[in-house]
């Protein structure tokens, strides 16, 4: 929320702008992204076919003409989602649709699985000199989809009971990369802005 707020202002939308502009070259007579596998050791039949679903995938995102939209969002909240749809009827067709999902309504979970062996390891740790004898609990990772939640909402308080469960490979993501290593939370490149323009708001209050 803090990072769409920096974004209205006029003096960092200015300044996004141009650096979404660097970033995205546009030119009609050609795309504004490729993929190079000069370095893969493949076969040209297999780089052949990855460029042809890669082209693929910039249709279903329409990147000639909404990949400006994309990277900004991308920059704003330091993170974006795609819900991949696929035909329950067809599978091996593949992907179908990639319907965008706003990063407010989104959250990722990562829990351990009820296991009564672990629990077994947990109270006699001592049982076995061998520890990779022992029973090593089961990770479950999903992505929890509120619908309901927006600017008068925490998203970090979701949970399964009031979101709908989505499986992780139903959903393509790409996060900034920066990350906060105290809170383990996904950080935007705006987060470096917030002091100067705490400071700059303060200047032009008083």
């Known amino acids: 929320r803090r990072y769409r ?8 939308d200015s300044a996004i702008e141009d650096i979404v502009s660097e970033g995205i070259a546009a030119n009609e007579f050609d795309a504004p992204v490729a993929v190079r596998l000069d ?26 003409v909404k990949g400006h939209d994309i990277f900004r969002r991308w920059y704003v909240d330091g ?11 067809d599978p091996e067709a593949g992907i179908q649709e ?3 999902i706003d990063a407010m309504k989104m959250r ?3 829990k351990q699985k ?4 672990a629990d077994i390891n947990r109270l006699n ?3 076995n000199d061998n520890p990779m004898d022992n029973v090593f609990p089961e990770i479950e990772e999903f992505f929890i989809y509120n619908p309901k939640a927006g600017y008068g909402a925490n998203p970090m308080k979701t949970t399964a009971n009031n979101g709908i469960k989505m499986t992780k490979d139903s959903v393509a993501y790409c996060t900034s990369g920066l990350v906060d290593r105290n ?15 705490n400071q700059l708001r303060m200047i032009e209050d008083s």
């Open 79 to 89: 993170r974006i989602y795609y819900h991949k749809i696929i035909d329950m009827k």
């Open 114 to 117: 009820k296991d009564e062996r």
């Open 183 to 197: 809170k383990g939370s996904t950080l935007s490149y705006l987060h470096k802005a917030i002091k100067s323009l």
């Open 125 to 127: 740790p001592l049982r």
């Open 5 to 12: 707020d920096i974004a209205i202002q006029p003096e960092c």
């Open 108 to 110: 990722y979970i990562r």
């Open 39 to 64: 370095n893969l050791e493949y076969s040209e039949k297999v780089r052949k076919r990855i460029r042809e679903e890669f082209d693929r995938v910039l249709q279903l995102l329409d990147f000639n």
């Open 98 to 100: 990639l319907r965008y």
